[in-house]
């Protein structure tokens, strides 16, 4: 549609992986190497992952298309079929024709002739499976026990499972330990840095016929996608494409970033944003748990608690008429003495009022607490925006996990990694904040930690006590929040390697549970602190900058 007015041969952003587009990075590049040789040394069993639009599909293809004469393959993208389906699929692609086998036994013999037969001929044959993060277990330890047909020297199959980092997951499962030993090479795609998503922008724009890119897409708007992308291509193409879209529509030769913006705003799901959590759904879910927690229990407490009462005060009451010595209870006594029977209490039904004035009570102080944090962010904003010199500032409290806390202080602490975690948030849970001091402090003492980003469930990490030099800074400027500890993480790391001293702060936050900080430098002054806030603003760096001073607990 926009390519005669952008002046281009074909679309620049399309989301099918052809290898054409293919723009083969130094991580790309890598990978690529790994699977030709895999095919190659005939190293059986390779292990590609990676996250979802990091292009290890495109990797495949490219792979495919660039396969020697004499190398023979089976691509699977839908592995979710049963075992049946998995030999019949093989044996349609293999053979080139329709063949059903009366039973997997006559399937292995037939498939291992066509193999030893291929070998022969000093020819290869490789089974790919993409998306392999859905195969069933039964049809993991079938695709293993295919792996058996080998020589004395030779594996007679290459199989390349390609998927997601829950792939890795899987495999680290009970039941397929015998797979997982099985497996020689294993290479983890990662997303693209700054530069690289630059050339990779300026590569397909080559290839469809741009003149000069750099007119269409300038530099800030590079930056502003590879921001909502985080590096992801997929995510970089379905961005780029509905940018030059959007500046078609409006007629706009060049691309600005509050159009991308405004694109990245209209295909983000609707709860992607980490930052703004409205005050309504705090209140109907305060609502919904005290409802149900008086529905399920009134019947029980409420009485318990008036007969314990009237257990107190009823012979207080007769004791005291006693001392008066009165013959009986007085007509006053005996109303009171109704009143606090349970049973009455029960036909005069104040279950209701008491439920709605637990509800309300609560309600209440959820609107105060929000129209306090509501107001005290608006005066912070307000002092920002109206004055540089008089950046508003705030204490917060760090307190690493009970279970870390002392190892952190006084000792090293060996952690055992669960599935879930990551070495950041491990970080964050010993020390009560995390920098890339701490991040190479920790690769430091783990020397078998390759990279930081890819720890396996049962390794051992040890954490290091911290020396003065590596402690928390005094004040240092908050510039993000964020809930989803994954948003902090990329923010972190986009900094860090911008080469900016960068620190992930973890707050308990009364309204929002917990949030995780994102701060920039290291200050023993607070004047300095507010001078670099300043500064922070005026660059762009963020529209936001308050200084914090950090208190360790």
Not at 20 to 32: D, P, Q, T
Not at 316 to 322: A, C, G, L, M, S
Request: charged share 30%; with cysteine; net charge negative.
């Amino acid at each position: 549609m926009y390519t005669d007015y952008y002046k281009l041969k074909e679309l620049p952003f399309n989301l099918s992986p052809s290898s054409r587009f293919l723009y083969l990075g130094e991580v790309h590049k890598e990978a690529l190497a790994i699977l030709t040789y895999g095919v190659v040394e005939r190293k059986g069993f390779i292990l590609l992952t990676g996250e979802i639009g990091t292009g290890k599909t495109t990797m495949v293809r490219s792979l495919i298309e660039n396969l020697e004469e004499n190398s023979h393959y089976v691509y699977l993208s839908n592995p979710l079929i049963t075992p049946s389906e998995f030999f019949d699929y093989i044996a349609f692609s293999a053979f080139k024709k329709k063949v059903h086998f009366k039973s997997k036994a006559d399937f292995l013999i037939t498939f291992e002739e066509f193999l030893s037969d291929l070998l022969r001929r000093q020819e290869n044959f490789i089974l790919i499976i993409d998306e392999a993060q859905n195969l069933s277990f039964e049809l993991l330890e079938e695709i293993r026990l295919l792996s058996n047909m080998e020589t004395a020297d030779e594996k007679l199959i290459n199989i390349f499972l390609v998927g997601q980092p829950e792939l890795n997951d899987k495999l680290n499962q009970p039941q397929c330990k015998a797979l997982l030993q099985r497996i020689s090479i294993r290479y983890h795609l990662k997303p693209l840095d700054l530069e690289a998503a630059r050339e990779y922008i300026a590569t397909r724009f080559r290839i469809a016929g741009a003149e000069k890119s750099g007119k269409i897409f300038p530099k800030n708007v590079i930056e502003a996608i590879y921001k909502y992308s985080q590096g992801y291509p997929r995510m970089i193409n379905v961005l780029g494409d509905n940018a030059l879209l959007l500046g078609y529509s409006r007629g706009k030769r060049r691309i600005t970033p509050a159009m991308v913006k405004e694109c990245y705003q209209d295909i983000r799901p609707v709860t992607a944003e980490p930052k703004e959590i409205p005050a309504q759904p705090v209140q109907s879910e305060a609502r919904k748990q005290i409802t149900n927690f008086l529905d399920r229990y009134w019947k029980w407490v409420i009485p318990l608690l008036v007969f314990f009462i009237a257990s107190i005060l009823i012979p207080r009451t007769v004791e005291n008429d006693r001392e008066r010595k009165g013959p009986s209870l007085g007509a006053s006594s005996r109303e009171e003495e109704v009143k606090l029977v349970p049973g009455h209490i029960e036909k005069e039904k104040p279950i209701k009022n008491a439920q709605e004035e637990a509800i309300d009570t609560v309600e209440s102080k959820v609107e105060t607490d929000s129209e306090e944090i509501e107001e005290t962010e608006e005066k912070t904003d307000n002092s920002i925006q109206e004055n540089d010199t008089n950046i508003a500032s705030e204490n917060i409290s760090l307190q690493p996990d009970l279970n870390f806390q002392e190892a952190a202080v006084k000792s090293y602490k060996t952690v055992i990694v669960k599935k879930g975690d990551n070495l950041t948030e491990l970080a964050i849970q010993v020390y009560g904040w995390t920098d890339e001091g701490i991040i190479n402090l920790l690769k430091k003492n783990n020397p078998d930690l390759l990279d930081v980003n890819l720890i396996e469930i049962g390794q051992e990490i040890v954490f290091p006590p911290l020396a003065k030099s590596e402690q928390v800074p005094t004040y240092t400027v908050h510039i993000a929040s964020f809930r989803p500890f994954q948003k902090a993480r990329s923010l972190f790391q986009e900094l860090m390697d911008k080469g900016r001293e960068v620190y992930i702060l973890p707050v308990n936050d009364s309204k929002k549970g917990k949030i995780f900080r994102v701060a920039l430098g290291n200050f023993n002054d607070r004047r300095k602190a507010l001078d670099y806030a300043s500064e922070v603003r005026r660059t762009g760096l963020s529209d936001f900058a308050m200084v914090m001073k950090i208190e360790v607990r």
